[in-house]
């Protein structure tokens, strides 16, 4: 039977309705959540994450204002930038999109966002508490799989939860989300990487499986179990001569393959990019509330 297809747009429209709620009730406390984004350089994915984060913010009614600092930027004018931002008390999300040109030192640069304003969750401080389980910011993009998976009925808890890749913004925070000892997580979780050898011996013991390697097609259909619910987190630009643009975005699975043996898969795009967004104004909007009381 066909995999049934996770709409992560759906799952974000139905979030999004219930922000515009919380939204709605802090203005009428005279508070509107503000989220300050800082862009440096003109990336072309960069520059369209940036507009679907604006974007969502206007639908939602968030504050929102885009630092567009050019792609020569130094690492102290990017510093002075999050420093204005941290201070300004309109914004109570800030943001760095990243990559960042390479003379410059990121760490660095997501260290100096204040931790309270930090709504990427990218912050050591924050992704410290992550691993402790103390409340903090949680990163968006692993937020918007917990809540893909749970919102649509294949909560984690219990499960086995395979994820390919470590990165610091997936892999890592995804394992601390999902291993913790709450509602919606709970998983025993196995990360593989790029050193590990023989990756299908383990995908293949998969109830959940997030493919997050950033790299079109790396998870085929054979090294998928049947009934597996298959979270693709890859957003990768192939060329194509039929698009206007020239390029269509796939994601790391094989997704034609691989949804004739899943019980359930998340399409790219529509699947976690929508998802992630939405995350990110959850936080924006719980950093507001934070900070009313
Ligand atoms: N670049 C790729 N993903 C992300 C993200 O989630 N946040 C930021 N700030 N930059 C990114």
Redesign the pocket.
């Known amino acids: 039977m066909a995999a049934k297809i996770i709409s992560g747009k759906e799952v974000a429209a139905s979030i999004r309705e219930e922000l515009k709620e919380r939204v709605a009730a802090l203005k009428k406390k005279g508070i509107t959540p503000g989220l300050g984004?800082i862009l440096v350089g003109e990336d072309p994915?960069?520059v369209s994450?940036v507009t679907a984060k604006a974007k969502g913010a206007e639908e939602v009614g968030i504050f929102e204002e885009t630092v567009h600092l050019p792609a020569e930027s130094s690492e102290e004018e990017i510093l002075k930038t999050v420093d204005r931002l941290n201070r300004d008390p309109r914004f109570h999300g800030v943001?760095?999109?990243?990559?960042l040109p390479k003379w410059v030192n990121t760490e660095k640069v997501i260290n100096y966002i204040s931790p309270e304003k930090d709504v990427?969750g990218?912050h050591p401080i924050n992704l410290g508490k992550l691993l402790r389980g103390e409340p903090c910011p949680l990163?968006?993009?692993p937020y918007g799989v917990q809540q893909m998976l749970v919102r649509s009925g294949y909560s984690p808890e219990g499960k086995h939860v395979v994820i390919c890749g470590r990165s610091n913004?997936?892999g890592k925070p995804l394992a601390a989300l999902l291993m913790q000892k709450k509602p919606g997580a709970n998983a025993t979780v196995t990360i593989c990487h790029t050193g590990t050898p023989d990756l299908k011996k383990f995908t293949l013991q998969a109830e959940i499986l997030v493919a997050a390697m950033g790299a079109p097609k790396a998870i085929t259909a054979d090294m998928v179990p049947e009934g597996c619910v298959v979270i693709d987190v890859g957003v990768n630009r192939v060329p194509d001569p039929n698009s206007p643009k020239g390029f269509k975005l796939v994601g790391d699975c094989d997704f034609e393959a691989i949804k004739e043996k899943a019980a359930a898969i998340t399409p790219v795009p529509g699947g976690v990019g929508p998802m992630?967004v939405t995350m990110?104004l959850m936080n924006t909007i719980e950093a507001a509330e934070r900070m009313a009381l």
């Open positions: 984004v994915a960069s994450y943001l760095v999109q990243l990559p990427d990218f990163p968006c993009t913004i997936v992630t990110l």
